[in-house]
């Protein structure tokens, strides 16, 4: 079964540029989470999407935003980008949503973007 | 509000001494947690929970709800433990990871 994968791995965008990230998920799996990844932080909740709905949503600007489509492959999507945006965007899948249950999250490689 | 803590950023150990990676956590409800382990150059992976009380890779931890901890255990470390170790808390709403501590065994 083919793991997780995220297009592009590596990006270099300047200031007030925005981008997309894409995520792959596991075949089957419908919950889509993204995390974003940095020295400082350490590794933070971003958004999960499950059968194309945001479930969650963790403490980020609107500048970030995500969609998912019904094959749950996902998107997301950062505007009037900031030099603090450089980080690895982890996106991570799993069977089903996390609300109230168990359900092991599987990582891809993330992309790594670098704000000039 | 979901918190997890692992104070200490690095820990270096020699290969054979016994291992303690500490992680604290903060969440009023019932929480499920993880530790998942970032080996060198490989993608983040589950690496136990607290609810399947198993051991993996020699490595154990208990849950200890009074004192809200989650501590990471291996008797004895090996080379091939370096990596980054992540506490993660699962709440009712989201999957909340610490800081990370990076483990080194040193030979």
């Known amino acids: 079964k083919a793991g997780v994968t995220q297009t592009p791995r590596y990006l270099i965008k300047t200031r007030g540029q925005q981008v997309t990230l894409s995520c792959s998920p596991i075949?089957?799996?419908?919950?889509v989470s993204w995390y974003q990844q940095t020295p400082g932080q350490g590794l933070q909740f971003l958004f999960e999407?499950?059968?194309?709905?945001?479930?969650n949503k963790g403490n980020f600007p609107g500048r970030f935003s995500g969609r998912q489509f019904s094959n749950s492959r996902s998107e997301m999507n950062v505007s009037t980008l900031e030099l603090g945006d450089s980080a690895l965007y982890l996106c991570?899948?799993?069977?089903?949503?996390?609300?109230?249950?168990?359900?092991?999250?599987?990582f891809g490689p993330g992309t790594r973007l670098t704000v000039l | 509000a979901q918190r997890v803590t692992q104070p200490e950023k690095l820990l270096s150990v020699f290969k054979g001494a016994p291992v303690e990676l500490k992680c604290n956590y903060s969440y009023s409800g019932s929480p499920e947690l993880f530790w998942y382990v970032q080996y060198s150059r490989q993608r983040l992976q589950l690496l136990l929970r607290?609810?399947s009380r198993e051991s993996i890779k020699g490595f154990t931890a208990d849950l200890n709800k009074g004192e809200t901890s989650f501590h990471l255990k291996k008797p004895f470390a090996q080379e091939e433990d370096s990596a980054m170790y992540y506490c993660a808390l699962q709440g009712a709403q989201k999957l909340v990871f610490g800081q990370g501590t990076r483990l080194t065994i040193n030979p």
């Open positions: 991570a899948s799993s069977l089903a949503s996390g609300r109230g249950s168990y359900n092991e999250q599987f």
């Open positions: 607290h609810i």
């Open positions: 075949s089957g799996h419908r919950s």
């Open positions: 999407y499950f059968s194309e709905t945001q479930r």
